[in-house]
């Protein structure tokens, strides 16, 4: 089946540790994105990537970093520069930018970072 | 300053009856819009989408309606099933590519 898998579902972290999260996807889509969702608020996009090699910052880059070596993969690296990072992880990927935009992203199941 | 807003944290209805999810906007450049659902623990899907060349987009129980004007839209459901409860997100976009997801507001259909 085809999709977006995110790993781990859960994931704490002490303060002042970088932590990477995971995230890929088997349905040859070229766009790749980081949402963070907190309660009450919106998804927000931290990152996004429209072809390998390539990535952009979002709304809320600070502190975190991104790579795309790979169209399969964009894993998130949330380091110890984020002042906030416990919140709710989300990963999308859609064909291209414009069509995921107007058309759906396809969502992962999302990772749960706490800060202990 | 959110400029997607859903003003209403939750809502409470029904099985059988309709629910009306509402949506506000702050841009009238905004050109598309589109509801995603959201169950707990996963991610957002895709639900319904407008142009805003039109004011009205069905699909089965599924309909969303666009006032420009008043630059509001809202999702209705009819007739809402235990099944629909979930977070419900408006999302509209500035640009082709973008897009800007308001707060959500969890349904709650009751049997």
């Known amino acids: 089946d085809g999709g977006i898998t995110q790993s781990p579902k859960y994931l704490f972290r002490k303060e002042g540790q970088n932590v990477t999260l995971s995230c890929e996807q088997n349905?040859?889509?070229?766009?790749m994105y980081w949402y963070r969702q907190d309660p009450g608020q919106g998804l927000r996009l931290i990152y996004y990537?429209?072809?390998?090699?390539?990535?952009q910052k979002g709304d809320i880059a600070e502190g975190y970093s991104v790579s795309r070596e790979k169209k399969e993969s964009f894993p998130l690296t949330v380091t110890s520069a984020q002042k906030n990072p416990t919140a709710f992880y989300l990963c999308?990927?859609?064909?291209?930018?414009?069509?995921?935009?107007?058309?759906?992203?396809?969502f992962g199941s999302g990772t749960r970072l706490t800060v202990v | 300053d959110q400029q997607v807003k859903q003003n209403s944290p939750s809502l409470s209805v029904q099985e059988g009856r309709i629910s009306i999810l509402n949506c506000d906007y702050t841009?009238?450049?905004?050109?598309?819009f589109l509801w995603y659902k959201k169950y707990p623990a996963e991610g957002p899907t895709f639900l319904i989408s407008i142009s805003s060349i039109k004011d009205k987009n069905e699909d089965g129980r599924f309909t969303v309606f666009l006032n420009k004007s008043a630059k509001h839209l809202s999702l209705h459901i009819v007739p809402s099933q235990p099944g629909d409860s979930a977070v419900y997100f408006c999302?509209?976009?500035?640009?082709?590519?973008?897009?800007?997801f308001g707060p959500g507001t969890s349904l709650s259909v009751i049997p």
């Open positions: 841009n009238s450049m905004f050109d598309y």
């Open positions: 999302a509209a976009l500035p640009s082709y590519d973008k897009v800007i």
């Open positions: 349905l040859n889509h070229d766009a």
């Open positions: 999308a990927s859609s064909i291209d930018l414009g069509t995921g935009a107007r058309y759906g992203y396809t």
């Open positions: 990537s429209q072809i390998v090699n390539d990535f």
